[in-house]
């Protein structure tokens, strides 16, 4: 599967590595650390200033400068060394039929709310609520039409700017260094380990394997960051209506 996936330049994914090394995308997590510490900074302390709406401020504005930040350190430290940066980092058509890519979008997504939901059951079937995934709070959602505000942010702008990050970045650096399978695992390991969340590790380690899968097989992007736009938009929309 990995040997046939073609990337958006019309190479195969990992026949030629992007003009980034496992060095930049080291480097280029680290920072992440930074940016995520300056956004949650941020964010709270606009958030402080609308105390009747702090947690969804704070969301909308922290997620929204993190966004801003991933795309300073995927532009710095590797798209522009590439002479076609959007190539280099998936952001083209998927090398296979769209319909093919469509239906691995819908199973990648139907895989991965399976795992979070099996995952959920089976710890709190077995009483370890020290691993149970944080349940979402519904303060973080603007109330009435201002919703639209928070689904913009968890629905489109996060998908794309870790998409961005995880799998345009940090994936397809490692690709050509380490190979296709360890540099899937790798880097939904580094996914899981970055949400910073021990309950929600596990599930999202899973998540990054078919999100890293995805992006091998159909050599694009986009279907990632729609697989990762679905689950976001089906969790906001049970904490809203559920």
């Not at 689904?151 to 990050?165: D, G, K, N, R, Y």
């Not at 050509?176 to 880097?187: C, E």
């Amino acid at each position: 599967m990995f040997s046939e996936a073609a990337g958006a330049d019309g190479t195969a994914i990992g026949a030629e590595g992007p003009p980034w090394s496992v060095t930049f995308v080291t480097a280029g997590l680290f920072l992440f650390l930074g940016v995520l510490v300056a956004a949650a900074f941020i964010g709270g302390a606009v958030g402080s200033l609308l105390p009747e709406y702090e947690l969804a401020v704070k969301t909308l504005v922290g997620i929204h400068v993190l966004a801003l930040g991933i795309g300073a350190i995927v532009w710095l430290l590797g798209a522009r060394m590439s002479s076609s940066p959007l190539a280099a980092l998936g952001l083209g058509a998927p090398s296979i039929p769209v319909g093919v890519a469509g239906v691995l979008t819908v199973a990648a997504l139907a895989a991965s709310m399976l795992v979070t939901f099996v995952y959920g059951f089976a710890v709190d079937r077995l009483g370890l609520e020290f691993l149970q995934p944080p349940e979402i709070n519904d303060e973080i959602l603007f109330p009435g039409v201002g919703a639209l505000l928070t689904f913009q942010a968890l629905v489109l702008v996060t998908p794309f700017s870790e998409e961005l990050l995880f799998r345009g970045f940090a994936l397809r650096g490692l690709l050509r260094s380490i190979g296709p399978g360890p540099a899937v695992v790798a880097s939904a390991l580094v996914f899981a380990a970055l949400h910073l969340e021990p309950g929600s590790m596990i599930p999202i380690f899973f998540t990054g394997l078919f999100l890293g899968l995805l992006y091998v097989r159909t050599g694009s992007l986009w279907p990632c960051i729609a697989a990762h736009a679905g689950q976001n938009c089906i969790a906001l929309l049970a904490t809203q209506f559920l």
